[in-house]
């Protein structure tokens, strides 16, 4: 049970450049955080500083305000569950479980009360006696899952893609399990995941990173509705945002020499690459609006998807219900408060809430 | 659907047929051969039944004496060696580095004693070991306990094991570490996470990863050692007495020494027999256990 506050933290494998890039973040105690990033972004970097399998090379790590930077994965009290599956050939499931609590000399008593709760969590009460190296992949996850969950003291647990293994039915049980878990524990957890549904279904706050730097760390409505950089615009949501480059006059962009009004004034860096952005769930093919061509619709089910083509960009767009286009030649409404600017992929904010939120 | 079925195919086994008996089948039944008669020269035989094979397992006799010492001092040899080039080649395994130009290093200075022929090995540590100018031997007796591998028995068994352990512990050593080299860095790390000490690592991690190449090292240990010749007969020659004539000692000097033929024959089919029923237990052990791992 601790709060996890990385300080200045950076680190490079031996003189190569920055794995991870400087970075200060704060996981609150009892928080559910997912560390959502392409492969190779650092995702497993910041996970193994936290647990202390890694030192990093620069800054601190503070649990609940004390440095244990230069402390041992067992001093730091962390549970950590790996990509694929580590299970100790010559023990049974049951003593699987109990190998971590044993290890820190957990009363009998605790331990076969723990091991019950957690194979009953996981659907292995069956197999608890059997010797764990004759299960199956995705069994031998849930006992590497199982150990990580079965000490009840520690400060954090932190997952490193643990379902990448497990078939996509039990994927979303037992996602739904560790949620439910999370819920009644209390303790902090840190999921890392590169697919975006995981991240988002499970934890309260989402840290996206790519390539070495934490890019936007929020909920997922914000990274959703806000996001900080291009790259969160991409690579969340799917279809993910489409982004036209643009020039800015005033309150308004102009994209292939048509005005869109932006609701409000935008000061953008002079000499900067500027992308208007806009989610496809807000913008709506309409009667008015900017002119684009349509290429083909898209029928999902619940929503349909007009992919479209804006002054030679490709542009997606909701079809609203009930809206029949009589030709290729549509026009789009985008509504000012879905619209962000990017200057540099960066988002700028508007003048007026800028000056407020400084305030 | 027809399979053309010509039998004239067998005739392409013929090749393989000629070199196997001409350099296998022939001479292994020339030594049956011999094992069953007696000579008394000008190449004159007789029929001797199994009168040489009742002879050399009967230890009361002087042939069977020669054989049961000698098959207790091969037992004894491979006994300690296995006990000291198992544990001591996994120990050097475990102390070996996991990563950067210093594997390569010590691969290469690990594979050295290897690369030697056996003979010269014997030669080297007959020198070493040497009372009077031998470095090892010297400098034993330089510190007043008296070493003379040529008149003590127990200083020639010292000599022979410390010799057998240098030259042969890297193979141990080398098989255990391409063992614990097939262990993911996730194992230890979790180990890490799940507070494991470094006695369970090797215990719960380490030792069933490598148990399937320690048995191939046993093995091929137990074999070698049992097998051994080369290096005692340069170091010792079976002495001083008989104290280090192991069975193939025993057996060049009755074919060659002596030129009995028909008991060489039959010691030679008894020594093959029980290295190949050695052979199949450990097959048998090695068979089984995967076969439990799979099921």
Known sequence: MARIELRALAHRYGSGPYALKPLDLTWQQGGAYALLGPSGCGKTTLLNIISGLIRPSEGFVLFDGIDVTDRSTEARNIAQVFQFPVVYDTMTVRENFAFPLRNRRVPEATIRARVAEIAELLDLVDVLDRPARRLTADAKQKISLGRGLVRADVAAILFDEPLTVIDPHHKWELRSKLKALHARLDTTMIYVTHDQTEALTFADQVVVMDAGEVVQAGTPEELFERPAAMFVGHFIGSPGMNFLPCVVEGAHAVVGGHRVPLGAGYAPPAGAALHLGIRPEFAMLAAHGVPVTLARIEDLGRTRLARCELAGKPFVATVPEGFAPDSAAVRVAMPSRHLHLYADGKRLQPIAAAATEAA | ?295
Not at chain 2, 251 to 268: M, R, Y
Request: proline content about 5%; glycine content about 8%.
């Open chain 2, 1 to 295: 659907m027809d399979r053309p079925v010509n039998n004239r195919a067998w005739l392409l086994v013929l090749p393989v047929l000629g070199i196997v008996s001409f350099s296998a089948l022939i001479p292994l039944m020339t030594v049956v051969n011999y094992s069953v008669q007696d000579t008394f020269g000008n190449n004159r035989f007789f029929w001797n039944g199994l009168g040489w094979f009742s002879e050399l397992l009967d230890p009361s006799t002087d042939q069977g004496g020669r054989f049961f010492d000698a098959l207790w001092r091969n037992l004894l040899f491979s006994a300690i060696i296995l006990t000291i080039q198992v544990p001591l080649g996994i120990a050097v395994a475990l102390s070996m580095p996991r990563s950067g130009w210093r594997v390569s290093a010590s691969l290469v200075l690990l594979a050295m004693p290897l690369l030697i022929p056996w003979n010269v090995v014997g030669t080297i540590w007959q020198v070493f070991a040497r009372g009077d100018i031998g470095l090892l031997g010297a400098a034993v007796n330089g510190l007043g306990i008296p070493f003379n591998y040529t008149q003590d028995p127990i200083a020639a068994w010292v000599t022979i094991i410390m010799m057998d352990v240098w030259h042969w512990t890297s193979l141990v050593a080398l098989l255990a570490y391409a063992g614990l080299r097939s262990i993911p860095d996730a194992f230890y790390q979790a180990a890490r996470i799940d507070g494991a000490s470094a006695w369970s690592v090797f215990r719960k991690i380490q030792l069933p990863k490598m148990k399937r190449v320690l048995l191939i090292a046993v093995l091929l240990r137990f074999m070698d050692s049992f097998m051994i010749y080369t290096e005692p007969f340069v170091l010792t020659g079976g002495g001083p007495g008989n104290s280090t004539t192991f069975i193939s000692i025993d057996l060049v000097k009755t074919a060659l020494g002596q030129f009995d033929l028909g008991k060489a024959a039959a010691l030679s089919i008894v020594y093959n027999l029980i290295i190949l029923a050695v052979c199949w237990v450990f097959y048998t052990v090695m068979t089984r256990n995967d076969a439990r791992d799979v099921a």
